[in-house]
Every structure is written in structure tokens, then in C-alpha cells.
């Protein structure tokens, strides 16, 4: 089993920047790709960034440019920094990650309201 608590949510303006943190804990040895999703109200939950154990990233294209994942294995953590923050944002991110034998285990999510 793998557990993983996000956090770094909030409430801020459009233009700023908000920085969420993802810890994984368990059998961390067995996650192999982590990464970040979000769900805004009515709407299904998309993918924002994903980073595999060896680096390799995906974005999706509404957040190219502006988010960036990264990713500290000795700490069993991923991050997810959002710079040029837009009121399209909104919504609430959830981490997840996906083992070898490809099990998903998520996060409780956090919310990420941007203002204009």
C-alpha cells in the first residue's frame, strides 16, 4: 500500500504563484510514476503533470510554460510549483501515483482558488 497527503493549496491572485508538495509513504519502493491532477466543480478530473522515476515529464498544454513538476525521490516527494496562476486554474489538486505492477493510489486533493 502507498499513501500520499498533498498540501500547499490556497487562495491567491491571478498572475501569482502557488507551490504544492505531495509526500508518499508505504511501499514507496513500488511507485514508479507520481504526479498531479485537478477537478474544478462539474467538471472531470484531468491530468496537470506526471513525472516517471527517471525524470521523464508530461504536461498537459493548458499548464506548458507556467507549471513545472519536479520530483525528490530520496524524499519520496513530488512538486508541482504553478507560476502565471489564472482563475482557470481553480480547482482541486490531487496527487496520485501509479506503481509498477501499475496501482493507483490517490490523495485527499487540495484546493487551489486563483482570483482575477
Known amino acids: 500500500q502507498v499513501q500520499v497527503v498533498e498540501s500547499g493549496g490556497g487562495l491567491v491572485q491571478a498572475g501569482g504563484s502557488l507551490r504544492l508538495s505531495c509526500v508518499a509513504s508505504?511501499?514507496?519502493?513500488?511507485?514508479?510514476?507520481m504526479g498531479w491532477y485537478r477537478q474544478a466543480p462539474g467538471k472531470q478530473r484531468d491530468v496537470v503533470a506526471t513525472?516517471?522515476?527517471?525524470?521523464?515529464?508530461m504536461y498537459a498544454d493548458s499548464v506548458k510554460g507556467r507549471f513545472t513538476i519536479s520530483r525528490d525521490n530520496a524524499k519520496n516527494t513530488v512538486y508541482l510549483q504553478m507560476n502565471s496562476l489564472k482563475p482557470e486554474d481553480t480547482a482541486v489538486y490531487y496527487c496520485?501515483?501509479?506503481?509498477?505492477?501499475?496501482?493507483?493510489?490517490w490523495g485527499q486533493g487540495t484546493q487551489v482558488t486563483v482570483s482575477s
Open positions: 513525472i516517471g522515476r527517471n525524470g521523464n515529464t
Open positions: 508505504g511501499n514507496i519502493f513500488l511507485i514508479n510514476t
Open positions: 496520485n501515483t501509479v506503481t509498477f505492477s501499475a496501482r493507483t493510489h
